[in-house]
């Protein structure tokens, strides 16, 4: 089983949700676009795909794995997290 650089794993997340916005962004433009071309969004093919790989990364970041630590595991005592309440 072949380990991956967890940094570089979070960019290649991104990257794919990007890509994916940007195709979803195309097929927006071709399916439905914006015929009067009064549209400041959706009147150009690359507005269209840079909206939509826009919204891709945004949804790659509020898609976390919730690790909180480099090592891969998401168990607070090999983050070093206090658990404890400080109230």
């Given at each position: 089983m072949s380990t991956?650089?967890?940094a570089l794993?979070?960019?290649l997340?991104?990257?794919l949700f990007a890509?994916?916005?940007a195709l979803l962004g195309f097929v927006y433009y071709q399916t439905i676009g914006?015929?009067?071309g009064s549209c400041a969004i959706t009147s150009g093919m690359g507005n269209t795909m840079l909206y939509g790989a826009l919204w891709g990364y945004l949804?790659?970041?509020m898609t976390g794995g919730g690790c909180c630590c480099t090592t891969g595991s998401c168990s607070s005592s090999s983050c070093n997290i206090d658990t404890k309440d400080e109230a």
């Open positions: 991956m650089n967890p794993k979070k960019t997340k991104h990257l890509a994916a916005g914006c015929n009067s949804v790659s970041l």
